[in-house]
């Protein structure tokens, strides 16, 4: 019973919505963000994963890649951690991203954790949620 109980208990915990910066798997993210701000890309590049390591090569060439395909990644206005999940294995973190135009952007982070950590092996733009009444 009382493994059912702590079954129960912590699948009730993962249910649960989460703040920023209460997961290592945020922080991570939030601190590759803090990194583009920064404009330290070594730094940005250091959360990214060895297949994305390998794809970019450099620092400055995953730089550059963010900066023109993500800018709301770049210089974002706000950024607001959503939910973790798990997706056919793989843990996928929902991240919402206020650009500097005031537009709403989602994201899918997928992470892996590795010796280092838990880094970003990739990032997939989202569409808009419909916006009801």
Known sequence: MRIGLYGLLTAAFLALPVTAQDTPIEQTIQSQIDAFLADDFVTAFSFASPNIKGMFGTAENFG?????????????????????????????????????????????????????GWQINAVQLLPAPDIGV
């Open 64 to 116: 550059a890649m963010v900066k023109n395909g993500y800018p709301m990644v770049y210089r974002p206005a706000e950024v607001e951690m959503g939910e973790l999940r798990e997706v056919a294995g793989n843990l996928w973190q929902r991240v919402r991203v206020v650009d500097q135009a005031g537009k709403a952007w989602y994201l899918d982070y997928m992470m892996i954790e590795t010796a280092e």
